[in-house]
T-cell receptor, first 113, second 116 residues
């Protein structure tokens, strides 16, 4: 099965700075990598995802990069704002099917004023 | 439109009691998932339902845990003879798994279970 590792577990940045969260996966056949954001008291919500046929995807201040050779992918948030403060989870397909996911252990991002 | 709903939002129970947690997925979503999230931890997969296929129960931690999905819609997660280590937030998600490769999972707000 898939093994996903996520770093760092906590990250504190000043408003306006960039934040980077990294994940590694073990199954070379994995082809779908989503990122979820979980705000306090709520369920996780998909913010961006990438498939293995591209190396980078952007959506406004959020970007995800994928290195299939090294089996790692990263979330980049630029110009951070206080509302970016949340827990972020990466995920990869569980046992080869993207309909089931293995999640990382999460990164608590704190954006300070 | 309505998202995934879960009830109750909070449940406090005594050790040894049985509990039932309910999930109402988004209408039309064929896939339904249950996860467990312990304090400060990631999402632990429990069980997966897809259409009329047999559920994937590979994540259930013990035979005290069971789940069913009636009529392809509402799901109930049952924990029998609860233990203190069962205390966690139980999250439900649904997904429209189709030939268009829609993998996004929509999560409910969770049920916080506390076993005293």
């Amino acid at each position: 099965g898939e093994n996903v590792e996520q770093h760092p577990s906590t990250l504190s940045v000043q408003e306006g700075d960039s934040a980077v969260i990294k994940c590694t996966y073990s199954d070379s056949a994995s082809n779908y990598f989503p990122w979820y954001k979980q705000e306090l008291g709520k369920g996780p919500q998909l913010i961006i995802d990438i498939r293995s046929n591209v190396g980078e995807k952007k959506d406004q201040r959020i970007a995800v990069t994928l290195n299939k050779t090294a089996k790692h992918f990263s979330l980049h948030i630029t110009e951070t704002q206080p509302e970016d403060s949340a827990v972020y989870f990466c995920a990869a397909p569980k046992s080869g099917t993207a309909s089931k996911l293995t999640f990382g252990t999460g990164t608590r991002l704190q954006v300070t004023l | 439109g309505a998202g995934v709903s879960q009830s109750p939002s909070n449940k406090v129970t005594e050790k040894g009691k049985d509990v039932e947690l309910r999930c109402d997925p988004i209408s039309g979503h064929t896939a339904l998932y249950w996860y467990r999230q312990s304090l400060g931890q990631g999402l632990e997969f429990l069980i997966y339902f897809q259409g009329n296929s047999a559920p994937d129960k590979s994540g259930l931690p013990s035979d005290r845990f069971s789940a069913e999905r009636t009529g392809g819609s509402v799901s109930t997660l049952t924990i029998q003879r609860t233990q203190q280590e069962d205390s966690a937030v139980y999250l439900c998600a649904s997904s429209l798994v189709s030939s268009a490769d829609s993998y996004e999972q929509y999560f409910g707000p969770g049920t916080r279970l506390t076993v005293t």
